[in-house]
């Protein structure tokens, strides 16, 4: 028995899911009223309440903790760090709760794993792949003045775990693969992945690169410096335009985009258009990728909940089959993704790294 406890904490709720090897015996998607989180003053304040209610669920699910040999937390916004597997220790703990990179939901992962993992008796607990992996070559830091710099972060866990999908169903490792992984959500990210490193990707965080469902992407720069000079709006106001209320929610007033895929279909002429703009985005940062990758590219790999939209994928793919095959994984299966690292350590595949 491989039994997997895996955790990914949201703004307000909390999914747990349990695995048997590969196998899903259980998931949950605990939701947390405003009242429940209004107490806490800061977001990794709930680390015990939320521990709580996942305790209280597994019993009245008849799971019992004993069976739990490995438990996974979603990967918080730690320092920046190379992509793998790595235990929750008193550093990455303070750096959670103190949020080194921001705060955000996801710091609660490890810290929660790690509260759960001392309960059941366990020696250590992990995280994998937080959103700020970071394997960029040097190139791909500068951005074109001094007072900047690109950074690194991105849907890593989703990206790094297709691309290890898509090696195992060729088979083939992932380190021997050069990959373009789309990552299609409320935010869009595009990796070049580079025998098992991605040393260039939009910063999805804030909006960079293609416009998406949320986020209004890399805009023309001076159009934007006049509209933070025009008195018109605050700066909390400009940043909702960038993330947020950008793309979709922008053009729309929604982030639905299967209902801007159906309105499309139906023969909406603005959203077809902006349909067709977001995948002509995307398709160009798949462009960019592979001239990164030189052009040497085994696969394009696009994922997301976005990929499940027929039209965009085959827009998408109408511009960029020329470069490599294009294989679809719709959806982002993040509990399957910590489970899939969970297995690799059970397995004795890898083993964690320490952070530090």
Known sequence: MNRILA??????????????????????????????????????????????????????????????????GRGGLVKPIPSGIYKVNELMKEHLYNGYSGEHASNLGGLIADNIAQ??????????DPVVVDELQPLARISGHPLFERVSIFHALNQKAVARGYAQDIGKKYETLNLVVAHMG??????????????DVN?????????????????????????????????????????????YVGYFGTNDAYQIEKDAEAGDEKSILIQNAMAYQVAKAIGEAAVVLKGKIDAILLTGGIAYGKPVVNEITRYVDWIAPVKVYPGEDEMRALAFNALLILNGETEAQNYE
């Open 186 to 199: 409320g935010g869009i990210s595009i990796g070049a992945h580079e025998k098992g490193r991605v040393i």
């Open 119 to 128: 309960v059941i008796g366990l020696s250590a607990s992990y995280i994998a």
């Open 203 to 247: 910063q999805a965080l804030d909006g960079e690169g293609p416009f998406s469902p949320e986020r209004a992407g890399t805009l023309p720069t001076g159009q934007l410096v006049n509209v933070c000079f025009s008195g018109e709006y605050t700066k909390d106001e400009v940043k909702k335009m960038l993330v947020g209320k950008g793309g």
């Open 7 to 72: 955790i990914n904490p949201g703004s307000t709720s909390t999914k747990i899911a349990v695995f048997d090897g590969k196998e899903q015996l259980f998931v949950k998607n605990i939701k947390h009223s405003t009242e429940e989180l209004a107490n806490f003053k800061k977001i990794t304040d709930q680390t015990e309440f939320r521990k709580n209610v996942i305790l209280k669920e597994l019993e009245n699910n008849n799971i019992p903790l004993k069976t739990i040999e490995i438990v996974m």
